[in-house]
């Protein structure tokens, strides 16, 4: 069946930086739509970026310049690279897997990790 597993949450200073990955698992790899959604407490889930199978990139306005997504086809792997973080960042962030659609929008992806959390203090 199909996994995705993600690490590399955790406790940061504002301005610091985090790299997360997702593991997936029992899919093409390379056929998919990788993207990250972040979801605070009382909020909905909201996407922070994507990167699609010939690698186009997306981020949403508040991340670009700060957050890097790339994906590693040999390893079934994505990542993102969290730079410049600032408490409003703080969400448990989930990694997702779509075949196409609207890749800003959860309903465009068929699998989901279980997520990590992300906290940065002030």
């Known amino acids: 069946q199909v996994q995705l597993v993600e690490s590399g949450g955790g406790l940061v200073q504002a301005g610091g930086s985090l790299r997360l990955s997702c593991a997936a698992s029992?899919?093409?790899?390379?056929?998919?739509?990788m993207g990250w959604f972040r979801q605070a407490p009382g909020k909905d889930r909201e996407f922070v970026a994507a990167?699609?199978?010939?690698?186009?990139?997306y981020y949403r306005d508040s991340v670009k310049g700060r957050f890097i997504i790339s994906r590693d086809n040999a390893k079934n792997t994505v990542y993102l690279q969290m730079n410049s973080l600032k408490p409003e960042d703080t969400a448990v962030y989930f990694c997702?897997?779509?075949?196409?659609?609207?890749?800003?929008?959860?309903?465009?992806?068929?699998?989901w990790g279980q997520g990590t959390q992300v906290t940065v203090s002030s």
């Open positions: 029992g899919l093409t790899f390379s056929s998919y739509i």
């Open positions: 990167i699609a199978q010939r690698g186009n990139i």
């Open positions: 997702a897997a779509g075949t196409g659609g609207v890749v800003t929008i959860p309903a465009a992806y068929n699998y």
